[in-house]
């Protein structure tokens, strides 16, 4: 639903028309300029909001920053994180923005990151992926375990506990 809103009050975005039907504003438009504004679009909508119920159920840290923080800033045009790529052609530029994640968890699964385009020629943001995928999408389809506050893979479980000792031992 608000990604048709989004399309149909494209044209709002950019410039708001007030008609004020009091006696001082009769049959006069009043213009204001507001900032420029950008839609979300998903390359796979199903397979990125599985992964960003997994990332609110096991890290919810990351998830309240993305949704309060970093969307609302990105849709505003502030583009968070890391500029990957640049494609003149598409006239588009690719980003990666790292979510707070646990040290450890980052150290044996990888760090949380999204991945979005941006075309500006558009007003579209391409939100693409969430990454580590294997354990954000067994997360999804499995209650996953943990092991010392790690979430522990049920495809893997010796590997990862492998891993958290090892860092364990390191960190003595």
Not at 6 to 32: A, H, M, P, W
Not at 71 to 94: A, D, Q
Request: glycine share 6%.
């Amino acid at each position: 639903m608000w990604k048709k809103f989004d399309k149909l009050c494209k044209l709002c975005y950019n410039t708001v028309i007030l008609e004020d039907r009091g006696s001082r504003f009769q049959g006069k438009g009043v213009e204001l300029n507001m900032k420029q504004s950008y839609i979300f679009e998903y390359q796979n909508e199903n397979d990125f909001r599985k992964k960003e119920r997994t990332v609110r159920k096991y890290n919810m840290l990351a998830y309240k920053k993305l949704t309060f923080e970093y969307y609302p800033e990105i849709r505003t045009g502030n583009f968070l994180g890391e500029l990957v790529s640049v494609n003149k052609k598409e006239n588009s530029k690719s980003y990666e923005l790292k979510l707070p994640t646990d040290e450890l968890f980052a150290k044996v699964h990888g760090e949380i990151r999204l991945h979005y385009t941006v075309y500006d020629d558009k007003n579209i943001i391409l939100l693409t992926n969430i990454t580590p995928e294997g354990i954000l999408d067994e997360g999804h389809r499995a209650e996953l375990g943990t092991y010392k506050g790690v979430m522990i893979s049920k495809s893997n479980p010796e590997k990862d506990m492998f891993k958290v000792n090892l860092l364990n031992m390191l960190q003595k």
